[in-house]
């Protein structure tokens, strides 16, 4: 079929549609480049020589930024428009890979080497947090008001297929640092995602989620009891996940297992896949589908994300458990990391459905960015947390870390409303 059929085809398809196609290529190539991004930072400077905790440190601004960017990005969305803030987060990304491409002999002494790194690094979480906050808050605008298994189903397939493609970027990250060597690995991405935002800056529908009224600037933090349960609850969920994944597992891998680059991506990558995968079919899982175009089955409310944390919380514990009794350590953590996975997509796809249900119609931008900035809080405490404690104790101690905070997560949870909010 030529190509010119399939945009004859595309151009047919109903606004809403067509607009939600292109926010889901915005968020897929963005996330791609951030999995890669991510994955080349850690493996390259761990062949530097970095101890992981200052690997970990070197996501610090983007973390410390992604909380910022969360809490302002939503009243930006608000009085912008949906529009300008993921167009604004894509040149933004395009612009941090960029900076990593500059010659360390070219900046100043006191810049040069680590604080460029995380300055390019805190451009990057910025970018990437105003990209998903544009991406979940438009959502809720294309889905007609009231068809909450619809929404269910758009949010989980937008939610998985993201992670899909992030576990991608980790295999691309490894794969690009061993083929091409960091700096033409960088370039390569920037060019690919530079034309991405050519195309969204020309295809994105202008003034999408944009209030009709101006919020104020004081109405960032949201007045929704249970907007604030539950951006409580994904702090806790994400520390727990991040604890161990961001720097402890993969220098783990390396170091412990002897795993060169290849290996430790390609892991990561088919992790996260399988996470993105079990996301998209989170509402079958969790009883509600589609059957001949008609929503069946309840949408989860807060007792469910109550019982799937509640689950969770066995998993990291027993992977813990074995390998401080060095129960088949290699075989144990890699099954054990796997049921984590798939649980944790579903309770994260809850989750996600939940905010975009609980937000607000007139101001979506603003409940759902200050949820993420609970999100990225969790992951700030996650890094940070992540590389210290692994550092100082070891890859069981993260793990029994990440089995408390999902208990908190489990406890918070019990407050969240008991039915779907309209």
């Known amino acids: 079929m030529s190509a010119a059929k399939h945009f004859d085809q595309l151009m047919q398809l109903p606004a809403a549609v067509r607009q939600y196609l292109l926010i889901t290529f915005n968020y897929w190539s963005f996330t791609l480049t951030d999995g890669a991004l991510r994955m080349l930072v850690v493996l390259h400077f761990h062949d530097l020589g970095y101890s992981p905790l200052a690997i970990a440190m070197l996501f610090l601004f983007y973390e410390i930024f992604g909380v910022v960017t969360n809490l302002l990005g939503g009243y930006l969305g608000a009085r912008l428009g949906l529009n300008r803030t993921m167009n604004l987060g ?4 395009v612009f941090a890979l960029a900076m990593l491409l500059v010659p360390a002999a070219s900046l100043p002494l006191w810049l040069a080497g680590v604080p460029w790194v995380m300055a390019a690094q805190a451009l990057s979480g910025v970018a990437k947090d105003l990209n998903k906050m544009s991406a979940k808050s438009a959502i809720k605008l294309l889905v007609p008001k009231g068809e909450q298994g619809k929404l269910y189903k758009w949010v989980a397939l937008l939610t998985g297929s993201k992670n899909a493609l992030k576990g991608a970027g ?11 060597g960091f700096e033409l690995a960088i370039a390569t991405m920037a060019s690919m995602l530079g034309l991405v935002w050519l195309l969204s800056l020309v295809m994105l529908k202008k003034d999408l989620g944009k209030a009709k009224n101006k919020p104020k600037f004081t109405e960032i933090f949201s007045k929704s009891r249970s907007v604030n349960i539950l951006s409580a609850a994904r702090l806790f969920l994400f520390a727990a996940r991040d604890v161990w994944f961001v720097v402890a597992l993969p220098v783990y891998l390396a170091s412990k297992f002897g795993w060169d680059h290849w290996a430790v991506g390609g892991f990561l990558a088919v992790w996260v896949i399988g996470y993105g995968i079990v996301q998209t079919l989170a509402p079958k899982i969790t009883g509600n589908h589609e059957h001949q175009g008609l929503a069946v089955g309840a949408v989860p409310d807060g007792r469910s994300a109550l019982i799937w944390a509640s689950l969770l919380a066995f998993v990291p514990a027993l992977i813990a458990s074995a390998i401080q009794f060095s129960f088949y350590p290699e075989a144990s953590l890699l099954l054990g990391l796997m049921l984590f996975g798939a649980l944790f997509a579903v309770n994260s796809s809850l989750h996600s459905y939940l905010i ?5 119609e007139e101001a979506v931008s603003l409940d759902v960015g200050f949820y993420y900035m609970a999100n990225a809080m969790g992951r700030l405490v996650g890094t940070v947390l992540s590389g ?16 408390a ?5 489990a406890m918070i949870s019990i407050k969240l409303p008991r039915q779907a909010v309209e």
Do not use: P
């Open 90 to 93: 894509l040149g933004m990304q």
């Open 170 to 180: 980790f295999f691309l990250g490894g794969a690009l640092l061993a083929l091409l």
């Open 405 to 409: 905070f999902i208990g908190i997560t």
């Open 388 to 403: 210290l404690v692994y550092q100082a104790y070891g890859l069981a101690a993260c793990l029994w870390i990440s089995t």
């Open 356 to 360: 975009v249900s609980y937000a607000s």
